[in-house]
Nanobody, 127 residues
Framework: QVQVVESGGGLVQAGGSLKLSCTASGLTFDNYAMGWFRQAPGKEREGVSCISRLGGSTTYVNSVKGRFTISRDNAKKTLYLQMNNLQPEDTAVYYC????????????????????WGQGTQVTVSS
């Protein structure tokens, strides 16, 4: 049984930083690309970032480029999202997801490209 669990969310002031983590069990972690999505109240789920199975390729939504960094440790079966210079518009529930393929399909991430999802972790940025 595949389990995906996020952690690391919280409340931070604008300009602050958080690092999200995601562990995935029940699958061969390094066979799959991994992604981060977020969903703010009243908005659709948005693809934030993706990393290929060995970490050699990454993509980011334009709004987080230069502020967020995705990485993975395949030995620990863990995905990370380092978020710097957080802004109130980054407030959302952040989800980790397992890709259907071992690469990131294009510059924009679609939920249908992913199979297994975590329960989400809340990130709140105050102004």
């Amino acid at each position: 049984q595949v389990q995906v669990v996020e952690s690391g969310g919280g409340l931070v002031q604008a300009g602050g930083s958080l690092k999200l983590s995601c562990t995935a069990s029940g699958l061969t972690f390094d066979n799959y690309a991994m992604g981060w999505f977020r969903q703010a109240p009243g908005k659709e789920r948005e693809g934030v970032s993706c990393i290929s199975r060995l970490g050699g390729s990454t993509t980011y939504v334009n709004s987080v480029k230069g502020r967020f960094t995705i990485s993975r440790d395949n030995a620990k079966k863990t995905l990370y999202l380092q978020m710097n210079n957080l802004q109130p518009e980054d407030t959302a529930v952040y989800y980790c997801a397992v890709g259907r393929r071992n690469y990131c399909s294009g510059s924009s991430q679609e939920p249908n490209d992913y199979t297994y999802w975590g329960q989400g972790t809340q990130v709140t940025v105050s102004s």
